[in-house]
């Protein structure tokens, strides 16, 4: 249960402020309808953890624990330093593939724009360390509904009255925290 609620946390903060936070925002004022945007982020996200906390769990197996430790710790770090980056949207994504329905549209915009991003770098970071999988990939799907339905739930409203900075900046303690454990553990 620890591992469900350590990346459910992770992510959900670290989404805050995020491209994919963005682009949800974008895609529900382009289509204005929730339902469909909010099954494409589910779908995009699920899979792209997924395949990222497989990825994850095979790293673990190269290196011996004590390496391992390690560069799972630095990697938070550098995770940690990434997340007061703002991210800037973009909008061009949301453009790709309107025509094929606000589902597809969605769920390709938003798997695309997750590749590579910190999130999926967490995500991985996260299968190396922790166990089972299946939590690591659930509590990082968790964590990206939290930060991303009510964005499109709510809209331009909700978005305009986050506080940013404050998230980022929560969320690279967050991240500096749990690198920090990791070396003294």
Known sequence: MQTLLVS????AIAEIGDKT???SLILAAKYRRPWPIV????????ANHALAGAAGAVVAQWFSPQTLR???????????LWTLKPD?????????GSTHGV?????????????GDKTQVATVVLAAQYHPLWQVVAGTTIGML???????????RFASRLPLKAARIAAAV????????????
């Open 8 to 11: 459910t946390a992770a992510v």
């Open 21 to 23: 936070q963005l682009l």
């Open 39 to 46: 099954i494409g982020i589910f779908v995009a996200t699920l």
């Open 70 to 80: 390690w560069i799972v710790a630095l990697s938070f770090f550098a995770v940690a």
């Open 88 to 96: 800037a949207a973009d909008e061009e994504g949301a453009e790709r």
């Open 103 to 115: 589902l597809v549209a969605t769920l390709i915009a938003f798997f695309l724009a997750e590749m």
């Open 146 to 156: 939290l930060a991303n339905v009510p964005v499109v739930w709510l809209g331009a």
């Open 174 to 185: 967050l991240f500096a925290a749990l690198g920090a454990w990791i070396v003294l553990k």
